[in-house]
């Protein structure tokens, strides 16, 4: 069993990850509260798979368990959904002594967090993340939040869980799809804070990486951990999560989201922001290759057909822009990111090598 302890003064919590956690996650769920209810929310898929067995494992403990479940899928990380899980928490009589536990990928992560956060002005919540994005991205950090019609994650807040548990077992039943999704996150992790971490990456690949989930979950954990200490609400250090995201967000937009997964267009973004400051000498040499070849290993892609003026008009909405001034992360080299100001109109030569495309 591995613990991060995330340092956040009174909002302090732990992460726990261990094999096979799901069936002892009522002891752990005990630990934190002793109050009688609990209420899981949790989409169709991950509750179909595995609802009965984290009933059970909260029944050991003698909890009264409610669970409320809505349509798997990111289109449902909206107001109307949310209205539904207010409506549905208060037919089952959450108090603010009770808890709530979001037990799903990042969108049951998102919406089931920001239902705590302002369900009675604040319930409080256990995050139990079921995808590798979860796993090593949204259920640490407190960021919580539903997509509007006019764009992703618009109504939010920062909300932080008294406790993640992940059992990294649940990702074997993840579809190959998301499994990729998610490699584009854990490669970053690597890229911008651990080369340890990017070389066992190196070593392993699609079928031999199930056997070391608990330590890349715990190495991804403990970096985003360390930058969300620094910077809580997001206004410096944190930013070097978003290596390969400015980009990557132009492609998912270009290309109309859901063409290119996320981790898809951060990988790509990566690699062809990489192969820029490469040859403008502000990476170390060989480090694109490196980076090319570990994206190319687990099935993400290294590049997109659209042009710098493609992507472009995509990327001036970014939310890294600030005036006429942005930051971009880039890397030095394997296992270290750094922030790069940079005036607005100089970012199209970074998107692609001079001459190419
Ligand atoms: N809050 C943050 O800091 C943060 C960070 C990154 C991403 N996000 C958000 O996370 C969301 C994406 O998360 P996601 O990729 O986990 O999506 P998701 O929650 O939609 O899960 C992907 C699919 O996998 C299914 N699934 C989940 N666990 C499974 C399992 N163990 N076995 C089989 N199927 C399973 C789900 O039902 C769903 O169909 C986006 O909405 C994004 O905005 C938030
Ligand atoms: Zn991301």
Known sequence: ????????????????????????????????????????????????????????????????VRRIVFPAGEKYKCAETLLQLYQELSDAGITRSDYIIAFGGGVVGDLGGFAAATFLRGVPF?????????????????????DLPSGKNQAGSFYQPKGVLIDPELLRTLPLRFIHDGMGEVIKY???????LFELLERLDDETIFGHWEEIIERCCSSKARLVERDVLDLGERMMLNFGHTIGHAIEGCYGYGYYTHGEGVAAGMAMLTAV?????????????????????????????????????YISNDKKMRGNNMTLIILK?????????LKAEDLPKYIRKRGSK
């Open 1 to 64: 069993m591995k613990s991060i302890h995330i340092d956040l003064g009174k909002d302090s919590y732990d992460i726990h990850i261990e094999n096979g956690l799901l069936d002892r996650a009522g002891e752990y769920v005990r630990n934190l509260t002793k109050s009688q209810t609990l209420a899981v929310i949790s989409d169709t898929t991950v509750d179909g798979l595995y609802g009965d067995r984290l009933e059970q494992a909260l029944r050991k403990e003698h909890y009264n």
């Open 126 to 146: 256990i995050q139990i993340p079921t995808t590798i994005i979860a796993q090593v991205d949204s259920s640490v950090g407190g960021k919580v939040g539903i």
């Open 190 to 196: 690597g890229c911008i804070h651990d080369i340890a």
């Open 277 to 313: 400051t490469e040859d403008m000498g502000l990476t170390k040499a060989g480090t694109s290759d490196r980076l090319r070849s570990v994206l190319k290993k687990y099935s993400l892609p290294v590049d997109v057909a659209a042009s710098a003026d493609d992507l472009f008009p």
């Open 333 to 341: 080299e394997l296992g270290q990111g750094r922030l790069l100001p």
